[in-house]
């Protein structure tokens, strides 16, 4: 008899305290979507029966016309939407003071690579992200485009051999990939790898295995939603083992062959962080440091584990995201012959028969139609679809009387917003010419919408290197080849994302059988 008492106390206990968690927004004020129990509002993209960015993004479509903000929980914690693309501005801009952290929590003493920029948080990302900001300007840019060109030579000369020899399917998403990785290991580690013609390179590996989602990363994927503070206090690594070792390694032996002789200096991004690592500011902008640090003449250094967490995220987003970016706009272009057909006669007037080799950064940048492909590719597949900002503080909004307290999570709907109906006309058409004299491509309302890599202070800061290699990787893909898709199912359906992924991912493979133009 005492046992089912204290059963049903315990029952009693667990109901009451679930509806006191769950009506943490009613409290407040704050329209919430209706959760259930343990699970919070987020049971469908946790039982993988849709990614996160979908989950995000059927809540704004669901919500957007009646409620500015919807929260929600990851099981007891509570976080926020903001629908309302003012109040995107708000915390991505106006308000940035209040909204400059991600919130996202790792232990950096048992895993240095997660110590990154786009991780960091408070006053250690603000004084990395003015270190860093001077590594990617055009004229950063400019040095390492060689180098760039170089990668995209060996990708066209493999497609040229293959499509000749009537190999002619390709898997364009891998592909890219193995080319961007080719890219970002020489620019990031001083490293010349041949993963196009080799797909058994380490690197390429290594890539792989960063965004594979084994039961472990998935583990804490869950984690990092709905008890953040247990990876720092259980000593959890978001990087696996094997990963860590390589990345160290390499930039161990990086580091040390090109502080051994000047004869070993190079043109790109690695020199720029030894540079850093050891004056603390690059050379070009050394007055700029000078004014900043005052009398004592102290510059703070990188640490070697700081510049080999900025090495790693640079690998990491570099080649996936433009492979990405790639990859939907060569589908988007095969699905759209008359698009296809303007970006080429664009290549054959701007470029006019110029050898892949002779190609120069201002010749580049003439291509305007080409760019507007990417936008709008990156308007509909957006490789981030919904971005997270933390509150640093209770903050009231000026555009509204909307108030949330310190340390609540912002969930920024940007695949919801960018196919919104009432932002663009027909969403899901492939139309470059939006962006032709706009650069968030003609949208109908007020506020930010257009943000696929990110929007103010803390806007992604390689966007301008992303650019250059998806571009440079496309005129070598578009110059001398047509597209179409291999699936013909493909033509009227839309691309399924893979649930295991944060960032947008196809859940299957898109082949595109190739041809030589004339």
Request: proline share 4%; charged share 25%.
């Amino acid at each position: 008899m005492l046992f089912w008492i204290l059963l049903a106390l315990l029952a009693t206990i667990i109901y009451f305290a679930d509806k006191h968690y769950h009506n943490y927004w009613t409290r407040h004020g704050i329209f919430q979507k209706v959760p259930t129990f343990l699970l919070g509002a987020v049971s469908e993209t946790i039982l993988l029966n849709q990614s996160f960015g979908e989950f995000i993004t059927n809540n704004y479509n669901k919500f957007k016309n009646s409620q500015k903000v919807c929260g929600l929980y990851f099981a007891y914690r509570p976080a926020l939407i903001v629908n309302d693309p003012e109040l995107v501005q708000d915390v991505m801009i106006r308000d940035f003071n209040s909204f400059h952290n991600r919130g996202i929590l790792f232990n950096y003493d048992v895993d240095p690579l997660a110590a990154h920029l786009f991780n960091l948080d408070g006053q250690k990302w603000r004084d990395l992200r003015v270190k860093l900001s001077p590594t990617f300007t055009s004229g950063k840019l400019r040095t390492m485009f060689p180098t760039i060109r170089n990668c995209v030579k060996t990708l066209e000369d493999y497609m040229i051999k293959n499509v000749k020899s009537g190999d002619n399917v390709f898997n364009m998403r891998d592909l890219m990939a193995r080319y961007t990785t080719n890219v970002i290991s020489s620019v990031a580690f001083g490293i010349d790898n041949d993963c196009i013609n080799e797909t058994d390179n380490i690197f390429r590996k290594m890539g792989l295995k960063i965004f594979q989602v084994s039961l472990k990363q998935a583990l804490i994927q869950v984690l990092f939603f709905f008890a953040p503070t247990l990876i720092v206090k259980a000593k959890i690594k978001l990087t696996p083992d094997d990963v860590e070792d390589f990345f160290m390694k390499i930039v161990k032996q990086t580091v040390d062959h090109r502080e051994a002789s000047k004869d070993n200096e190079r043109k790109d991004f690695m020199q720029l962080m030894i540079q850093l690592k050891n004056q603390g500011y690059l050379s070009a902008d050394k007055d700029d440091e000078e004014s900043e640090k005052g009398s004592h003449g102290d510059v703070k250094k990188l640490t070697f584990n700081e510049v080999a967490a900025q090495a790693f995220l640079f690998f990491a987003a570099g080649f996936e995201t433009s492979s990405s970016t790639m990859n939907f706009c060569l589908f988007e272009l095969s699905r759209n012959p008359e698009k296809q057909k303007k970006v080429h006669e664009e290549l054959d007037r701007v470029l006019k028969n110029v050898d892949i080799n002779d190609i120069t950064y201002e010749k580049l940048n003439e291509l305007k139609y080409l760019e507007c492909c990417i936008d709008e590719a990156l308007r509909i597949y957006p490789i981030l679809p919904a971005l997270m900002r933390e509150s640093t503080r209770d903050h009231k909004f000026s555009s509204s009387n909307l108030k949330i307290e310190n340390k609540t999570p912002i969930l920024i709907p940007v695949l919801g917003m960018q196919r919104d109906p009432e932002i663009y006309d027909n969403p899901m058409e492939f139309r470059p010419e939006r962006f032709l004299n706009s650069p968030h491509g003609n949208g109908k309302v007020q506020g930010l919408f257009y943000v696929p890599f990110g929007d103010g202070p803390r806007n992604c800061i390689g966007a301008r290197m992303g650019k250059l290699q998806t571009k440079l990787g496309l005129v070598a893909a578009l110059s001398k080849f047509s597209y179409e898709l291999a699936d013909k199912k493909l033509l009227h359906t839309e691309i399924q994302f893979d649930p295991r992924q944060f960032i947008l991912t196809p859940k299957q493979e898109v082949m595109y059988k190739i041809s030589l133009r004339d």
